[in-house]
């Protein structure tokens, strides 16, 4: 069910990024993902 699940998330990211595409708000997206991976790693290592 997990690797489902994990098969499910990767296929909504790359559908964001073809929409992105489609839109042509590339930079935005790019610029929104690094954010939240920041956002997530940060808050990671506050709650170890």
Known sequence: MNAFRSFLYALARLLGDANAVKR?????????????????????????
Do not use: D, K, Q
Request: hydrophobic share 30%; glycine share 28%; proline share 0%.
């Open 24 to 48: 042509g708000r590339v930079g935005r997206r790019i610029g929104r993902r690094v954010a939240g991976r920041a956002t997530g790693r940060g808050l990671g290592r506050l709650f170890r």
